[in-house]
C-alpha cells in the first residue's frame, strides 16, 4: 500500500536534489534507517492486518516522512506483497519499499510485505519488521528483527554509528537499537543508548544524554505481577505504556522510581501481566 507521505527530495525540483542528498548523507552516513524506534513501527492490528506508524525513515539518502498516525498492511491482499500473491512461507518481512530515480513522475514509498525473504535487497527495501504467519496470510506475531539473520535484519536507527567510538558499546555487537526485549533510539549524535545483544538490557547511555527509549514487557517477564526496568539514564523518567496488540495507552496501578536508574511497575486491571510497550 501507498501510505500517506512526504518525501525530503523529489527528482526534478526546483532545487538540485543531489546536494539535499549529500547533506541527507552527511547525517546518515549512508545508513538507511528510521529516525526513532518509534517511528514506522509494525504491530499487529488483527490476524490479517499489521499496522505501522507514522514518522520518518532514509532511504537511498531521501528522508521520508510517513504522516498517517497508522498505515494498515493487510497479510491476506495479494497486492500488499512485494510479489503480487499471497505468501505460503512461514515468515516475510514487513518492508518500506523505494529507490530513489530521477523520473519525471516521483517515484513513491510503499508499504509492503516481502513473501520471499531469501529475495530480501537492502538497496530495494528498507526493513521494518518480521511477520510469522500460521496459515498463508494470517498473522501470528511480529517481530522488529530476524533473529535467524541478526544483526543483518534489523532496524537501524539515525546515527547509530556514533557510538562506535565507545568500546562498551561496539563490542560483541552490543550496540543493537532493537533486540527481542529492548529498544532504544534517540536520532542524535549525542543522544546515545546501548543494549546488551543477548539479554536488551541497556549497558550504556552516553555522558549527558536523556531522550525517547522503548522496552518491550513481555508477561513472563513480570515477578509477582512486578515489572521492573533497570535503565541506567540517571534520571526518574515519565513513563508511557502501550498495548503490543492494540495500541492503546495503559495508565499502571503503580509506578515507583527505586532509584534514577530503576522503576518498577504493576498493573491493576484483568490482566495484571499485559504485554507492553514501555515508552520513557
Keep these: 500500500m501507498i501510505p500517506t507521505q512526504i518525501r525530503a527530495v523529489d527528482p526534478h525540483s526546483s532545487y538540485n536534489s543531489d546536494n539535499v542528498n549529500r547533506i541527507t548523507r552527511i547525517i546518515t552516513d549512508g545508513v538507511d534507517s528510521v529516525a526513532q524506534d518509534i517511528d514506522l513501527l509494525p504491530s499487529k492490528y488483527s490476524n490479517t492486518s499489521i499496522s505501522v506508524t507514522s514518522g520518518v525513515c532514509v532511504k537511498d539518502d531521501v528522508m521520508i516522512q510517513l504522516t498517517d498516525p497508522i498505515s ?4 491476506n491482499v495479494a497486492g500488499d506483497y512485494v510479489e503480487g500473491t499471497i505468501s505460503t512461507n512461514p515468515y516475510g518481512y514487513i518492508v518500506l519499499t523505494y ?15 516481502l513473501g520471499i525473504v531469501a529475495n530480501y535487497d537492502p538497496t530495494l527495501f528498507l526493513f521494518l519488521g518480521r511477520v510469522n504467519f500460521t496459515t498463508p496470510g494470517v498473522i501470528d506475531t511480529i517481530q522488529l ?3 535467524d539473520v541478526s544483526p543483518v ?15 562498551q558499546a561496539r563490542a560483541a555487537d552490543a550496540y543493537n537499537p532493537i533486540t527481542n526485549h529492548a529498544a532504544s533510539a534517540i536520532g542524535d549524535r549525542n543522544k546515545l ?4 545483544a543477548g539479554t536488551g538490557e541497556i549497558v550504556y547511555v552516553s555522558k549527558g544524554s536523556f531522550g525517547l527509549s522503548q522496552v518491550e514487557v513481555l508477561p513472563g517477564d ?3 505481577g512486578v515489572a521492573t526496568i533497570t535503565h541506567n539514564l540517571g534520571v526518574r523518567p515519565v513513563v ?5 496488540s492494540t495500541g492503546e495507552e495503559i495508565v499502571p496501578a503503580t509506578v515507583i522510581h527505586t532509584n ?11 490482566d495484571s501481566t499485559p504485554h507492553i510497550y514501555v515508552l520513557f
Design 145 to 147: 528483527d530476524d533473529p
Design 240 to 244: 508511557q505504556c502501550v498495548d503490543y
Design 99 to 113: 529507490q530513489y530515480v530521477k523520473t519525471p513522475i516521483p517515484v513513491q514509498a510503499k508499504l509492503q510485505i
Design 222 to 224: 513480570y515477578v509477582g
Design 260 to 270: 534514577e536508574n530503576i522503576f518498577t511497575l504493576t498493573f491493576s486491571q484483568f
Design 193 to 196: 543508548v546501548a543494549t546488551d
Design 72 to 75: 494498515a498492511v493487510s497479510s
Design 153 to 167: 535484519l534489523q532496524r537501524s536507527v539515525l546515527n547509530f554509528s556514533s557510538a562506535y567510538t565507545d568500546t
